[in-house]
């Protein structure tokens, strides 16, 4: 009930490419869905957040899809950037300040 | 901009010793997390404090963790008595209130149990 599961666990794009995380979670009471991302070594940087009222956010090339329905939500990288190369975790948490249950990450590579 | 610091960036000790981590949220940060993440795995919840108490933990938080805010700037993470598997990177976050869900991440502890 807690967990989300996330897919691919590891993703290869060319550069200029889509590069698209899906998400899933069983809990209809998680209401707010954070996207981070994380360099080898160092800690995981929030990217972009929704809430499960809106079924888009766009921030610049990052844009999160959510549908409430199907319990899904996921994170499209435009434009892909070599710089993009990281892993990428969904994740997930109940109203208010409380913990976050993650996903288990994707490993993204944009290749030239 | 803002940010979580934590020390040491790297921690190693022996396994039944007594280590600390060592956090400095973001200053008008109310909630404060700890987190690990073993090699290659999942980022995973440890406990959370608010207003000088914890207010969740989870099952991995047992007697031999404790967190505390010695001053008004730090909060620290507490291993009693080590174990091997204790090895990961722990990570403290902070977070504002209210509506304001937005957790941010330090850089990172990580603890090598020998």
């Known amino acids: 009930q807690q967990q989300v599961k996330q897919s691919p666990q590891s993703l290869i794009v060319q550069k200029g490419g889509i590069s698209i995380i899906n998400c899933a979670y069983e809990n209809t009471a998680f209401d707010y869905f954070p996207w981070y991302q994380q360099f080898p070594g160092k800690g995981p940087a929030l990217l972009i957040a929704?809430?499960?009222?809106?079924s888009e956010k766009k921030e610049g090339r990052f844009t999160i899809s959510f549908n409430k329905s199907a319990k899904q939500f996921s994170l499209h990288i435009m434009d892909s950037q070599p710089g993009d190369s990281a892993t990428y975790f969904c994740a997930a948490s109940l109203a208010g300040n409380t913990p976050l249950v993650f996903g288990k990450g994707t490993r993204l590579s944009v290749i030239a | 901009e803002p940010e979580v610091t934590q020390t040491p960036s790297h921690q190693v000790t022996q396994m039944g010793q007594e280590v600390i981590l060592r956090c400095v949220p973001i200053?008008?940060?109310?909630?404060f997390y700890w987190y690990r993440q073993i090699l290659g795995q999942k980022v995973e919840f440890l406990v959370s404090f608010y207003n000088n108490e914890i207010s969740e933990k989870s099952e991995i938080f047992d007697d031999q963790f404790s967190v505390e805010r010695p001053d008004g700037s730090n909060f620290t993470l507490k291993i009693r008595s080590t174990k091997l598997e204790d090895s990961a990177m722990y990570f403290c976050?902070?977070?504002?209130?209210?509506?304001?869900?937005?957790?941010?991440f330090g850089p990172g502890t990580r603890l090598t149990v020998t």
């Open positions: 200053s008008n940060h109310l909630y």
């Open positions: 929704i809430r499960p009222d809106v």
């Open positions: 976050a902070s977070s504002y209130y209210g509506t304001a869900y937005e957790q941010y």
